[in-house]
């Protein structure tokens, strides 16, 4: 009984030939295959669960809690009015949802359900800054992602001389 080594030129294995039996041989080529087969699938399977873990939080219906920084618009007279200004914009923003989606859409709507804003997101900077652009495309938000987890997530305007801060929870 001879065995001959043959190392095929075209594929990365090598084939053992028992000229007697060749069922040695057809084992070890499949088993060689199904390691590959295990290496290919463990590797995408790793490169797909290292996706965008911010995108993968924000991908939700998110409530907004909490506004921080609200100033008046006319700082230098700060009246009873003014006071009372910021406080029903605070209440309005407190009544805001803003729902992502996985396919970069979004859209903003009152507690209600009634939609106010709908149009694409986009996260840049390292996953540090969301930009919200309107279907109208009128104006672009831009917001500085300070947290973001599974059960809260904190926003601070770019766009703004006094950064508002707003607080999200799960919806």
């Known amino acids: 009984m001879r065995i001959f080594l043959k190392k095929s030129v075209t594929a990365n294995f090598i084939w053992v030939t028992d000229f007697g039996s060749n069922s040695n041989a057809i084992k070890y080529f499949v088993m060689k295959k199904n390691i590959y087969f295990i ?22 219906k998110w409530d907004c809690v909490k506004v921080d920084n609200l100033t008046p618009i006319d700082k230098n007279f700060i009246s009873k009015e003014d006071s009372a200004k910021a406080i029903q914009v605070e209440a ?18 009152t507690l209600g359900n009634t ?3 709908h149009g694409t997101y986009e996260i ?28 809260e997530m904190t926003l ?16």
């Open 39 to 60: 290496l290919l699938s463990f590797s995408t399977i790793l490169l797909l669960s290292c996706q965008n873990k911010t995108k993968n939080y924000l991908a939700k």
């Open 124 to 151: 840049t900077d390292g996953d540090k800054t969301l930009r919200l652009t309107p279907d109208s495309k009128n104006s672009i938000n831009t917001y500085s992602i300070t947290t973001i987890s599974e059960i």
């Open 156 to 171: 601070t305007s770019n766009d703004t001389r006094v950064p508002l801060i707003l607080h999200f929870s799960p919806h």
């Open 115 to 117: 939609l106010t804003v």
């Open 92 to 109: 309005a923003l407190k009544t805001l949802s803003w729902t992502f989606n996985n396919d970069n859409t979004y859209y903003c709507s």
